[in-house]
């Protein structure tokens, strides 16, 4: 009787035990497939980008590619060369970051330091508004209303231009910087400031040599997630900077970026399979690369200053 009273006892402890493992089972399945999901998705992006690139590069040589100035692939003489497109990725982008940056930083030290928390719980939500905005939008309102703007004090500023994209791109970008950096910044332990005030440091200078010096890591972060953002963005560059693929280095000019050459071909009537088709896969490839790197370089940095610091 004793027996059969000490079964049902361990049974009873038994069948919750068994269900509390087969319930953290079915939570660790559903977590791996979340993370399996996200690298598989990346690893087939990858895969069908090197796949079709490699059609093109079969007919296309690499270094003609990386190094050719005119990039004319729907012409009837076509001409493979990437640089012009890279240009004006790399000048909307510079635009863009010369704006976001400093004023991102601005306003991350100002609601990290000096802000009251009324101020800090109105302006941080209102700033991340920027980031909900449609890009279509920024785009038209750069085409419309800031190139007719700096047509006023530029007037032989053309319609398209680089410096109008680069300008309101860069307002968007604010707050992925000042969000991330202001979040850096307020991490930072109360200790330190505290020591710094106790030295005789001013708010200002506790802020700017303290404060930003520990969250550096962070704040890199953000400059690299704003870089990648600028280098990525399509519809603001492709209303307000012009589908022209042009060499050139003058904000003042006109020119396409690769992700608005993507958005260019993709929408039109290319047959698949040909090499005028296979270019947007290349020029994909490219982009990847480049945010690849950036990524990296926003890795090291964000580990060198954690050991440092």
Known sequence: ?????????????????????VKEKVIEFILFLAAFSSVATT????????????????????????????????????????????????????????????????????????????????AKPA????????????GYFALLYVTPFLQNFFPKLPGFNILAAGLVMGLMIIPFISSIS????????????????????????TALKVVFSAAISGISSSYILGTSRAVGETMIVAIAAGLRPNLTWNPFDQ????????????????????IAYQTIFAAGLTLVLMTLLLNIIGHFLAKTYREIY
Do not use: C
């Open 255 to 274: 020119a396409a970026t690769i992700t608005a050459f993507i958005v260019q071909v993709s929408l039109g009537d290319l047959p698949h399979g040909t």
């Open 43 to 122: 690893v087939a992006i990858l895969y069908i980008l090197i796949k079709e690139s490699f059609l093109f590069f079969q007919e296309v040589p690499i270094v003609d590619f990386l190094t050719g100035t005119k990039w004319t692939p729907l012409f009837v003489n076509p001409q493979y060369g990437i640089l012009p497109l890279l240009s004006g990725t790399l000048m909307s982008a510079g635009v863009a970051l010369a704006v976001a940056i400093p004023m991102g930083t601005i306003a991350a030290i100002y609601l990290s330091e000096f802000a009251t928390k009324r101020v800090r719980e109105i």
């Open 1 to 21: 009787m004793a027996q059969t009273t000490l079964k049902s006892r361990s049974r009873q402890i038994y069948k919750p035990k068994l269900a509390r493992q």
């Open 182 to 205: 202001e979040d850096a910044m307020s991490a930072v332990p109360v200790g330190l400031r505290e020591g710094s005030y106790a030295m005789g440091a001013t708010k200002l200078q």
């Open 127 to 138: 700033l991340e508004l920027l980031a909900a905005i449609p890009t279509v939008v920024y």
